[in-house]
């Protein structure tokens, strides 16, 4: 099991910024993608965010230019830094481990991120 541990989240104005840390603990393995996913009211969860354990990266298309993922892979944690926000970017933002070698995935508790036009 893989435990993750969400911070950062809160309020910000539109044109803000914020940062988002994911902290994982338990049975971590060396290769696993650690990445932020979002979930809107009255939407499906969507992609913001990947990164490998060798800092390869994807972004969800809303979210390109906008926003960096990084990874402290000695804290097993990872960054979402979230600049130029948007009142669309108001969601609860989920952390997201898979392992790579059998793709268990686990998930934080999630955390409220609300922008304000």
């Known amino acids: 099991q893989v435990q993750l541990v969400e911070s950062g989240g809160g309020l910000a104005q539109a044109g803000g910024s914020l940062r988002l840390s994911c902290t994982a603990s338990?049975?971590?393995?060396?290769?696993?993608?650690m990445g932020w996913y979002r979930q809107a009211p009255g939407k499906e969860r969507e992609m913001v965010a990947t990164?490998?354990?060798?800092?390869?990266?994807k972004y969800g298309d809303a979210v390109k230019g906008r926003f960096t993922i990084s990874r402290d892979n000695a804290k097993n944690t990872v960054y979402l830094q979230m600049n130029s926000l948007k009142s669309e970017d108001t969601a609860v933002y989920y952390c997201?481990?898979?392992?790579?070698?059998?793709?268990?995935?686990?998930w934080g508790q999630g955390i409220q991120v609300t922008v304000s036009a």
């Open positions: 990164i490998t354990s060798s800092s390869r990266t």
């Open positions: 997201n481990y898979e392992v790579v070698a059998n793709l268990h995935d686990f």
């Open positions: 338990g049975d971590i393995w060396d290769l696993a993608t």
